[in-house]
């Protein structure tokens, strides 16, 4: 699979709940950064605990995604049914058929407010 297809496939094995197809995907020795809130991952097998024990009530919709070599982005929508509407803006590394490092920007819809200074030159979204 090209790097690609590879992160649009990691998308669709998280939404199916697919933990073991998940992990294939990935590097025993992947480092995924979350920098919002500080953490980093590090191991296939963490990486796939966290986002399986994630509370349920969730879905994935693969806004887009775009690959230059073995760089690829993608802007995914998480909505869920508690816990309202999240985005997240993913860079990933794929070598060798896996992804091997990931840096998600993660973020809940509304949760940086705009300035009102800005209201003058911008629309609402």
């Known amino acids: 699979?090209?790097?690609s297809e590879i992160v649009s496939e990691l998308w669709t094995r998280m939404q199916a709940r697919d933990w073991t197809g998940l992990g294939e995907l990935l590097a025993e020795d992947v480092v995924v950064e979350w920098?919002?809130?500080?953490?980093?991952?590090v191991g296939r097998?963490?990486?796939?605990a966290v986002?399986?024990?994630?509370?349920?009530?969730w879905s994935i919709r693969v806004l887009r995604i775009?690959?230059?070599?073995?760089?690829?982005?993608?802007?995914?929508?998480?909505p869920h049914e508690s816990?309202?509407?999240?985005?997240?803006?993913?860079?990933w590394t794929v070598r060798d058929g896996r992804i091997?490092?990931?840096?998600?920007y993660w973020t809940e819809s509304g949760s940086?407010?705009?300035p009102e200074w800005r209201a003058g030159y911008v629309q609402r979204m």
Request: hydrophobic share 40%; glycine share 10%; aromatic share 4%.
């Open 35 to 41: 920098p919002v809130s500080g953490e980093r991952i």
């Open 83 to 91: 816990m309202g509407v999240h985005r997240v803006v993913s860079l």
């Open 112 to 114: 940086d407010p705009a």
């Open 100 to 104: 091997v490092a990931g840096r998600e």
């Open 66 to 78: 775009v690959a230059d070599g073995d760089a690829v982005v993608s802007e995914v929508e998480v």
């Open 51 to 57: 986002n399986a024990d994630y509370p349920e009530g």
């Open 1 to 3: 699979m090209e790097p």
């Open 45 to 48: 097998a963490n990486y796939v």
